[in-house]
């Protein structure tokens, strides 16, 4: 848990992108797939902040008399549902650290978003989980989050992508 402060949700600025790759590995870590992330600080800066940036990213500080403390962070883009005719917003990462889980910041932070999502016309919010991360798929049950599971998720990426990419020449 954490101690007393209020808890403060800002957009990500081009000093954060350091900051945010920090959270991005703790997340990595706690999936099991510190592995996987490749990501460096040139690369997050470019898709936050550069002349084509594609993702958006939130800063949560746990502000005290002593000064502001990041604590959590998000990710997130806008998708489309061509059912819907509409962009949604998706949820890429979402992380409170582990003494900071419990007081409610991974909420504020959800419903941050949710505002957002309807203030810019999107019709869903969506995100994933991992299937074992069973504190995760309790929280946003508790949020009457609707699991999607007849949905399967496929990934194209390496060597794979590369070669059906090939086909396109």
Known sequence: MSGTG???IRPARVDDVGLVLSFIRQLAEYEKLAHEVVADEATIHAALFGP????EGLIGEL???EGAVPVAFAVYFHNFSTFLGRKGLYLED???QPQHRGAGFGRRLLAHLARLA???GCQRFE???LDWNEPALGFYAALGAEAKSDWIVHRLSGAPLAALAAEAR
């Open 6 to 8: 209020e808890f403060r």
């Open 52 to 55: 084509q940036a594609n993702a």
């Open 63 to 65: 502000v005290t008399a």
């Open 94 to 96: 979402l992380f409170v």
């Open 118 to 120: 309807l203030e810019r």
């Open 127 to 129: 995100w994933a989980v």
